[in-house]
């Protein structure tokens, strides 16, 4: 099965991050060719397992769960951008304004409980962000600097959403795209 650890968003804080995706999709038109992520599957993630046998998947549940020591806290979630920071665009993006510090208290927290596990965390420092397209193409000459220029004129505030609890969600891949269960969910102190 297919694991990755998150924070999942409030109903408001998800539409109205899939209203500023949707807006920016529309100003974008046909000047790229991305993936974005329903509103459903909307989320900030913390670690990504990927794929795991049910035995190991039993492993890592146990070893997650018990609350975290990292209290209850708002996460602000606004402001576009993409990654890389220049090239080609490969994620565009709505950032933690505030919380951010927190995120990534959690990032080292599981960080302590995985590791021991023999999961491997990524080469690339945490950064808190929530994902809402994976960028297939960029057309049009200077396309990557238009883009990014798009990004920093787009009203993108999509609220505070108070956070307490770490998720650990099974991805269901399918032709129709990937859908979300929770497996677990860890409360915050």
């Known amino acids: 099965m297919r694991l990755f650890i998150g924070i999942e968003l409030d109903e ?28 459903s599957n909307l989320h900030l993630t913390l670690w990504f397992i990927g794929n795991v046998t049910d035995d190991r998947a039993d492993e890592i549940l146990r070893g997650l769960d018990r609350p975290f020591t990292v209290p209850a ?20 993006w709505l950032g933690v304004q505030s919380g951010a510090e ?6 080292e ?9 023999g999961i491997e965390p990524e080469s ?9 397209a994976r960028v297939k193409e960029v057309r049009g ?7 990014r220029a798009s990004l920093r004129v787009v009203a993108a505030d999509a609220g505070t959403c108070p956070v307490a609890a770490v998720t650990v969600f099974r991805s269901h891949l399918s032709p129709k795209g990937a859908m979300y269960e929770a497996l677990l969910r860890v409360p915050l102190q």
């Open 12 to 39: 408001a804080v998800r539409e109205s991050a899939a209203a500023i995706a949707d807006s920016l999709r529309r100003q974008l038109g046909r000047r790229v060719d991305a993936r974005w992520i329903p509103a």
């Open 141 to 147: 000459g200077k396309a990557h600097a238009g883009l």
């Open 124 to 132: 690339r420092p945490y950064s808190a962000h929530l994902t809402i």
């Open 102 to 107: 927190k995120l990534a208290a959690l990032h």
């Open 73 to 92: 806290f708002d996460a602000h979630i606004a402001s576009l951008g993409a990654f890389p920071p220049s090239g080609a665009p490969r994620v565009l």
């Open 109 to 117: 927290a599981l960080s302590a409980r995985l590791v021991p596990l």
